[in-house]
């Protein structure tokens, strides 16, 4: 099976084509804040490299938060277009399941987080997602096995968290690729979302910051 996987949650921007859970090509920003830019020039150079390469892409994954509101639009409207297009079904996977993919970390208890500005993070625990306002680690888990946390929401934690058991893993973002592995490994029959009323988890319902532009409330 061929998809075309995108992630879009955070200040990374990425696409990429997997083929039987593997990632064959990606392309990938971490400068932030051009996602409506980048995009369509990945999808173009990816759908290019698959017609070379005569892959048929069977489906579409999306990254689908929690994460940024914007990048969560951008992603899903993309995302939902090529389904259209191509006539092939949607896949969404949990942005939270694709960092730890992404960690490398097996076999132990971890937490990822993305962050949600000031103290509050997105992150799993025990397979239960939630929003999170950190003031030390017994706001997310007060056992005594070692934890490993990651994330774009970490490095903030890290300033906080003291316990000898807890590790910062730096450097962990979600990436496409990541996306691929997920949606091969969970949805072997390409059950797809509802394209009409699909919506990114947002978790939070957005709320847009008040202007301080003269003359607008």
């Given at each position: ?10 200040s ?56 940024s ?18 006539e ?8 939270l ?41 017994d ?58 009323y ?7 319902e ?12």
């Amino acid at each position: 099976m061929t998809i075309f996987c995108i992630e879009t949650s955070t200040s990374v921007c990425s696409a990429a084509i997997c083929k039987d859970g593997e990632p064959i090509k990606q392309c990938i920003s971490f400068k932030g804040g051009n996602h409506s830019q980048l995009l369509p020039l990945y999808i173009e150079e990816l759908l290019q490299f698959a017609r070379k390469e005569n892959l048929t892409v069977n489906a579409v994954a999306l990254s689908e938060g929690p994460g940024s509101y914007t990048g969560l639009r951008i992603g899903a409207s993309t995302a939902k277009g090529l389904c259209y297009g191509l006539e092939i079904p949607l896949i969404a996977v949990s942005t939270l399941e694709v960092l730890k993919v992404a960690s490398g970390v097996k076999d132990a208890f971890m937490i990822p987080m993305i962050d949600a500005r000031r103290m509050e993070i997105y992150t799993m625990i025990d397979g239960e997602t939630k929003a999170v306002v950190v003031e030390n680690e017994d706001s997310l888990y007060s056992g005594e096995a070692d934890v490993y946390y990651f994330g774009d929401g970490a490095e903030k934690c890290a300033e906080v968290f003291t316990k000898h058991n807890w590790h910062f893993v730096p450097d962990i973002v979600p990436e496409a690729q990541y996306v691929g592995m997920l949606a091969e490994k969970g949805n072997k029959k390409l059950e797809g979302k509802d394209l009409a009323y699909y919506e990114p988890f947002y978790l939070k319902e957005f709320i847009a910051a008040q202007s301080h532009v003269k003359g607008l409330v």
